[in-house]
């Protein structure tokens, strides 16, 4: 009996729905925890990898016996089965104590790739014989060839030594401070004054070539051509004392240079031109050590990138980013509200437009790569080739248009992207009360104004909720941008002081691009590691700024059509 009205009690329950609440609410659990953990593993890989870590002096056997001395960073540490380690190196069995089950083995990043190839080695830990944190050594920070380990000998001006000692790392900064005075000139005269020219020297070259095909039977005026000569003329007198210029900082820039003694004994010449930053992480408190983790993040947000994109920062990549998707959300916009108002407001209901609703719900779950694949034949050779033809002729055979480029991989995303909006901007229309439509005919108010002032309104919350779907899925995709627009680097952003200021005919870098690029394609996969995952958290973050941004826009207008001031 007690049995029976125990399974009727468990069959009541069930039927009310509330374990399937509790099946709802902990799955949802499970799935904020999930996205949570990801990103703090994401963020603790990433962003950990600008904490200045303390440089080690590690003395060791090798498997020959030999002693070998290491400095450098202890990128990481695992421990192997000693099977698995005998596989991984054979030749390591003689030095292996025999009671071993297991083997520790340390990552060491030991830099200098230019004098002792590779940066990164392995450590056995019974191998190591001796393990200390010298205060006086020094890492540096190149533009080329990763992160120099060692100890500062002296610095010189020429071949004259100017410090050593003590006094060498005061005045390895003073001069350092020198250095990058001269690289910011050499960058603003290279991005500035000699790409001005060289970009005015273009459209003149251009310029001339149309008067030659304004009639190909006549010469071309003489007087507009003199005009041009003389133009051209001048800018090219001027690119020569730009040039000359540009030679002096040179050779200021390489005046000064240091010895640097590395672990085994030996000293190598660096030119402070190659130097980006120097510090001593040893002799660091724990205040310096923040000021440079922020040091080092913000130069990673505002540097482009360097040797493969495995150094320097992602500014291009953010920049790319941000535009691509504005552009692509001012162009989606529009396009999806148009055909869901005609489809919801206009549109004679029948097969038919049932026929394009099934359409439309079909394109969203298309491949992104398909849509590549048509904006490449259709926008790029196509339309582009075509605008080509008709307004940038003397440019041909090289494409202006008829390129991948922004403008193209923004059409691109918001074609891929325009079915969200058309749904989302269906429902909120279907959601409008009819009533509210029938008040303002029977006020004498036209349908357009009633659909510009009355419906589109109401709706435009559910309008900004498909915006921000389309935005959270246009940032992160990859695979179509590869074919219609973006690069692994590229040379110059979008948007400069030339006229028309915003060229939308460049290519350009992305977020998502990137991590692919320095995560599979990179000729340097440890140094790339924390790269990919401080890139892939950064895209995270930027795009939940983006919605957040739209979001907050929408409940502003949530409230402001309930009537409640936002």
């Known amino acids: 009996m007690r049995l029976q009205q125990h399974r009727t009690g468990f069959v009541a329950w069930v039927r009310s729905g509330d374990p399937w609440i509790w099946f709802t609410a902990a799955a949802v659990s499970i799935s904020i925890a999930a996205v949570i953990?990801?990103?703090?593993?994401?963020?603790?890989?990433?962003?950990?990898?600008?904490?200045?870590?303390?440089?080690?002096?590690?003395?060791?056997?090798?498997?020959?016996?030999?002693?070998?001395?290491?400095?450098?960073?202890?990128?990481?540490?695992?421990?192997?089965?000693?099977?698995?380690?005998?596989?991984?190196?054979?030749?390591?069995?003689?030095?292996?104590?025999?009671?071993?089950?297991?083997?520790?083995?340390?990552?060491?990043?030991s830099g200098n790739?230019?004098?002792?190839?590779?940066?990164?080695?392995?450590?056995?830990?019974?191998?190591?014989?001796?393990?200390?944190?010298?205060?006086?050594?020094?890492?540096?920070?190149?533009?080329?060839?990763?992160?120099?380990?060692?100890?500062?000998?002296?610095?010189?001006?020429?071949?004259?030594?100017?410090?050593?000692?003590?006094?060498?790392?005061?005045?390895?900064?003073?001069?350092?401070?020198?250095?990058?005075?001269?690289?910011?000139?050499?960058?603003?005269?290279?991005?500035?004054?000699?790409?001005?020219?060289?970009?005015?020297?273009?459209?003149?070259?251009?310029?001339?070539?149309?008067?030659?095909?304004?009639?190909?039977?006549?010469?071309?005026?003489?007087?507009?051509?003199?005009?041009?000569?003389?133009?051209?003329?001048?800018?090219?007198?001027d690119y020569r004392v730009a040039e000359a210029e540009l030679r002096a900082l040179r050779d200021q820039l390489g005046r000064d240079s240091i010895r640097l003694e590395l672990a085994d004994g030996r000293q190598v010449t660096i030119g402070l031109g190659e130097i980006v930053r120097v510090w001593q992480p040893n002799a660091m408190g724990t205040l310096d050590r923040v000021g440079h983790y922020f040091r080092s993040l913000w130069l990673f947000l505002s540097e482009p990138p360097r040797e493969a994109n495995t150094e320097g920062g992602v500014y291009p990549a953010i920049f790319g980013t941000v535009m691509m998707v504005l552009l692509m959300s001012l162009m989606v916009t529009p396009f999806g509200v148009i055909a869901a108002v005609y489809l919801r407001e206009y549109a004679r209901q029948g097969p038919f437009v049932r026929l394009i609703r099934i359409a439309v719900n079909n394109l969203a779950g298309v491949p992104s790569i398909v849509y590549g694949v048509f904006g490449l034949g259709f926008f790029v050779y196509f339309l582009g080739g075509s605008i080509d033809a008709l307004f940038f002729a003397?440019?041909?055979?090289?494409?202006?248009?008829?390129?991948?480029?922004?403008?193209?991989?923004?059409?691109?995303?918001?074609?891929?992207?325009?079915p969200v909006v058309i749904v989302s901007t269906e429902e909120g229309l279907t959601r409008i009360p009819r009533s509210l439509r029938?008040?303002?005919?029977?006020?004498?108010?036209?349908?357009?104004?009633?659909?510009?002032?009355?419906?589109?309104?109401?709706?435009?919350?559910?309008?900004?909720?498909?915006?921000?779907?389309?935005?959270?899925?246009?940032?992160?995709?990859?695979?179509?941008?590869?074919?219609?627009?973006?690069?692994?680097?590229?040379?110059?952003?979008?948007?400069?002081?030339n006229f028309p200021y915003v060229h939308l005919e460049r290519k350009f870098m992305h977020l998502g691009f990137h991590i692919y690029d320095v995560g599979f394609q990179s000729p340097n996969v440890e140094a790339a590691r924390p790269l990919v995952f401080a890139t892939a958290l950064l895209l995270v973050v930027l795009i939940i700024v983006l919605n957040l941004t739209a979001i907050m826009l929408r409940n502003r207008l949530e409230n402001r059509y309930r009537g409640v001031e936002g």
């Open 37 to 109: 953990g990801l990103l703090l593993l994401i963020g603790a890989r990433g962003f950990g990898h600008f904490w200045p870590d303390s440089v080690a002096l590690i003395r060791y056997q090798d498997n020959t016996g030999s002693t070998r001395t290491v400095l450098g960073e202890i990128a990481g540490r695992e421990t192997l089965p000693i099977g698995q380690f005998l596989e991984a190196d054979p030749s390591a069995a003689a030095s292996v104590p025999a009671d071993a089950v297991e083997v520790e083995r340390w990552l060491v990043r």
């Open 113 to 237: 790739r230019r004098e002792a190839p590779p940066d990164f080695r392995w450590v056995v830990a019974h191998q190591v014989e001796a393990l200390s944190h010298p205060p006086d050594a020094l890492v540096l920070e190149r533009a080329e060839w990763g992160n120099a380990y060692g100890f500062l000998h002296s610095v010189h001006e020429g071949e004259r030594p100017v410090a050593s000692g003590s006094a060498a790392l005061e005045e390895l900064e003073r001069r350092l401070a020198r250095a990058d005075e001269l690289r910011e000139r050499i960058h603003a005269l290279e991005q500035g004054r000699l790409y001005d020219i060289n970009y005015r020297l273009e459209r003149l070259r251009l310029d001339r070539r149309a008067l030659e095909l304004t009639d190909a039977d006549a010469a071309p005026d003489p007087a507009a051509m003199a005009e041009l000569d003389a133009a051209e003329a001048e800018l090219r007198a």
């Open 438 to 497: 029938e008040g303002s005919l029977a006020l004498g108010a036209t349908k357009a104004e009633t659909l510009f002032k009355v419906v589109l309104p109401v709706a435009s919350p559910s309008i900004l909720t498909g915006v921000i779907l389309a935005v959270a899925r246009a940032a992160g995709e990859v695979a179509p941008l590869m074919l219609v627009g973006v690069v692994k680097l590229a040379p110059a952003l979008p948007v400069d002081g």
């Open 394 to 418: 003397e440019a041909l055979p090289s494409p202006t248009f008829g390129t991948p480029g922004l403008l193209w991989a923004s059409l691109t995303l918001a074609l891929l992207t325009v």
